[in-house]
Every structure is written in structure tokens, then in C-alpha cells.
């Protein structure tokens, strides 16, 4: 008979006492309860996650400001600007032209005059002294028609020409010469003086005609009449002469400016006007023609 017990042959041996000390050294994960992790939903995101986020997107938007304002201020960073609308132009309209006068002989009085018909309005009015220290006003007084005319009295300039232009139309007048006034205006702002020896008093023949007077004054007063007349006057630094454009005016007896002419003139290369004979007494004919008109209204 075996030393092995029955009961020993049907129940198998227990392990031994070294390995189950082994064993249950290890510690037993807990059980995991699957119903109630479902049941209590998504895990929370962390407090501390949430701040590093809004800090971080802080930190990105506060970097973009400050770029943008730097690529702005250094012209990188275009800024959009509204077009402004070109103005509208408008185009002026046309000014009429002025017919180029024919000087020749042939042609009308008033185109070889140069002379425009005006709407009549008041002539600037002005009072200077004349040759003989006596006040002259223009319009006149008592009222006659007035010829307005421009030039020096030394006569270096247009006034040989015009001097006798005026000698012709007072002849051409006859006795109504009487309702005329002829009324030259000085041009020289170096020579304001009037004096008996000019030679536009002993050298053309004006000096003899009662109706005739060279008016001079003040700069100031001149200078505002020529700008009144349109006349233009410049004076040579070097060599003192003067020089101007050349206008006549027309002015009736109630005072009113009814025509303008253009004197013209043949310039020698020594600076000597002159114009022929012929053109001369045209313009005496023309001066008389335009004058008698104004007094006979």
C-alpha cells in the first residue's frame, strides 16, 4: 500500500505557501464600473487649460495690432482710399473774334480805325491840369463831346502821328469843332511836369488849338486812369524811354464812352513814328466823322 492517502489522490494540493505570498504582493486593479463612467457624461476640460488658451489668443491678436501698425506706418500695408472724382471741367464757350482790321485805304472808316462800337456806359470821370495850369475835367463841362487820347509830352512816341490826326479833324469839323473837346492824357511817369517848351506844343501844331489840352497829375491819379482807358505803360531801365499801346475813346455829351479806335504808326529802327500823308488825313476824316455823330444826338 502507497504512502498516498485517498483523500490526498482526490483533492489536488494547495499551492504552496511561497507562491501565493508572490502573488498577492502585486496590488488589484479596482474594478472598473463602465455604467457609471457613461453616466456621468464627457470629462471636464481643465480650468488651467481654458486660461493658457485665452492667453495665448490674447498674446496673437495683441502681436497682429502692433504688426499692423508697424507694416501701416512703413507703407507695407496699403490703407483702401476712395478715389476722388476728377472735377468737371466746363468748357468755356467760344469768344467771338474780332475781325483783323484793314488799315488800307480802301477799306471802311471803322476798319481802318480799328474802331469798336460800344455799349454806351459812363466814361470814368477825371480831372488833371492842362498846358495852361487850368483845371480840365473829363466828361466836359459845360457838356461836349470829348476825344480821349494818349501820348508824351516830349512827342518821342505815337504823338507826331496823332497830333496831326487831331490838327486834320479839327479842320474837318469846321465850326463844330466848338462842341469838341480833344483831351490828351500825359504817358510818361518820368515827366510829370507840364511845361510851354514840350515839343508836343511847339513841334505839332496842337499848341494853336483852343480845344486841345495835355493833362497831367499825381502819378497815382494817372496811373489809375490809364488802367480806366486800358492803356499800358512800361518804362526801359536802361534808357528811361517809355513805351505803351495806343487807344482813342469817344465820349459823348452826357458823359457816356461810345466808341474806342486804335492809332497805329510806322516805327523807324531809330524809334521815329510816322505814317503817310494820305493815312493822315484819313484818320482826321475818321476822327471828325465819329465826333459830329455824337453831336448831332
Sequence with gaps: ???????????????SARAAVSQDSRPASPPIDRAAALAEGAPGIPVKFVYWVLGVALVVGLGGLIGEHLFSSAGLNPVATTTPRPAATTVPAATPTVPTPDR???????????????????ATPFTLTDQSSRPTPVPAQPPRVVIVTFFNAPCNDICPVVAAEIVQADAD??????????????????????SAEAP???????????????????LATLDAIW??????????KKTGLEAHNDTMAFIDGRGDLRYRATPFADESTTGTFSLPA??????GQGIATYAGRLISQ
Aim: cysteine-free.
Design 1 to 15: 500500500m502507497s504512502g498516498t492517502s485517498e483523500t490526498d489522490a482526490n483533492h489536488p494540493r494547495a499551492p
Design 104 to 122: 488800307s485805304l480802301n477799306s471802311s472808316l471803322a476798319s481802318f480805325m480799328g474802331l469798336s462800337v460800344l455799349t454806351p456806359h459812363r
Design 173 to 194: 469839323l469846321g465850326p463844330a469843332a466848338s462842341g469838341v473837346e480833344f483831351v490828351t492824357v500825359n504817358t510818361d511817369p518820368t515827366a510829370l511836369a507840364q
Design 200 to 218: 508836343v506844343l511847339s513841334k505839332t501844331g496842337l499848341g494853336a488849338l483852343s480845344n486841345w489840352h495835355i493833362v497831367t497829375g499825381p
Design 227 to 236: 488802367k480806366a482807358y486800358g492803356v499800358s505803360i512800361s518804362v526801359d
Design 278 to 283: 494820305a493815312s493822315i488825313a484819313t484818320w
